[in-house]
Nanobody, 116 residues
Framework: QVQMVESGGGSVQAGGSLRLSCVTS????????MNWHRQAPGKQRESVAS???????DYADSVKGRFTISKDIDKNTLYLQMNSLKPEDTAVYYC??????????WGQGTQVTVSS
């Protein structure tokens, strides 16, 4: 499986929570560092969270303490748990994998809208 298949986006009020999911193939998932990116209207795409093959995580300062990236290797699924959502979190969120051979895989994107 080359593509990432995303789900979980939606519309919530400020302070609410969402969990995004991205399903991959086992062969790709096992050898890939995984990331969540987002792009808001009129803004550049930015990386918000990453998790390495070994499980090391990192977050953008803007989401640190509110978002949690995780993965379930048995289910070939990447997650982004988003809590305490703010209007400025509104964006299209993309999952991304970069495998050990340098191949780059992207999901189709899922819209997250946070209202005041």
């Amino acid at each position: 499986q080359v593509q990432m298949v995303e789900s979980g986006g939606g519309s919530v009020q400020a302070g609410g929570s969402l969990r995004l999911s991205c399903v991959t193939s086992a062969s790709i998932f096992r050898i890939s560092n995984m990331n969540w990116h987002r792009q808001a209207p009129g803004k550049q795409r930015e990386s918000v969270a990453s998790i390495t093959i070994g499980g090391t995580t990192d977050y953008a300062d803007s989401v640190k303490g509110r978002f949690t990236i995780s993965k379930d290797i048995d289910k070939n699924t990447l997650y982004l748990q988003m809590n305490s959502l703010k209007p400025e979190d509104t964006a299209v969120y993309y999952c991304n994998g970069v495998d050990v051979f340098g191949s780059d895989y992207w999901g189709q994107g899922t819209q997250v809208t946070v209202s005041s």
